[in-house]
């Protein structure tokens, strides 16, 4: 089955401690990408790579930090999280017609 | 500079059809994109357009002028299930980033 897997669903952190939530997708997409979905401010882009070792800053790329070291792997890193990194956190991949969205991940900083 | 524009919020009648519009400004166009997204799940994609023109999928159709910078998705023969926020995305031609609108929340009532 065609599916973008995220791992954890849901994290509870504190702050400071360093964390990493996967991505994985088997459709041999090029194109992947990081979002994060908050209240009243919608879907904001984190960073998006367009293949393997080529990785762009979206809109909110602050305090994260990513990888592209194979096609199908798309770790989101957070060195040392803040509470105003509490958020639903999406990854994605797709061609350039379509996109496919992962199952969220619910992270609290606390 | 970019920005997208969506209705926040509308109501529908069950069975009717529903016309959800999306205008915006972007440093070069690639395409546009619309997702539903149920509370609490992940986008799913709906519609690609890049082209002016229509595009019909079943009870969904999309629409664009790049001209106007101007889109819509139309709805048909509204279900129950059909509630939902509906994001209107524009990815640039230079980036590749791609930027959403806040998000309509689309409720069909019986």
């Known amino acids: 089955e065609a599916q973008v897997t995220q791992n954890p669903r849901y994290l509870i952190t504190v702050t400071g401690k360093k964390l990493t939530v996967t991505c994985s997708q088997n459709?041999?997409?090029?194109?992947m990408s990081w979002y994060r979905q908050d209240p009243g401010l919608g879907l904001r882009q984190i960073y998006y790579?367009?293949?393997?070792?080529?990785?762009d800053k979206g809109d909110v790329p602050e305090g994260y930090k990513v990888s592209r070291k194979e096609k199908r792997n798309f770790p989101l890193i957070l060195e040392s999280p803040s509470p105003n990194q509490t958020s639903l956190y999406f990854c994605?991949?797709?061609?350039?017609?379509?996109?496919?969205f992962g199952p969220g991940t619910r992270l609290t900083v606390t | 500079g970019q920005n997208i524009d969506q209705p926040t919020e509308m109501t529908a009648t069950e069975g009717a059809i529903v016309q959800i519009n999306c205008t915006y400004q972007?440093?070069?166009?690639?395409?546009l994109f619309w997702y539903q997204q149920h509370a609490g799940e992940a986008p799913t994609f709906l519609s690609y357009?890049?082209?002016?023109g229509l595009e019909e999928k079943g009870r969904f159709s999309s629409f664009l002028s790049r001209s106007k910078g101007y889109s819509y998705l139309l709805l048909k023969e509204l279900q129950m299930k059909d509630s939902a926020s509906y994001l209107c995305?524009?990815?640039?031609?230079?980036?590749?980033?791609?930027?959403f609108g806040q998000g309509t929340t689309l409720q069909v009532k019986p």
């Open positions: 995305a524009v990815r640039e031609l230079n980036t590749g980033k791609l930027i």
């Open positions: 994605a991949s797709g061609k350039s017609y379509e996109q496919y």
């Open positions: 459709m041999n997409h090029e194109y």
């Open positions: 972007t440093s070069g166009f690639n395409g």
């Open positions: 790579s367009m293949n393997v070792e080529v990785t």
């Open positions: 357009n890049v082209l002016d």
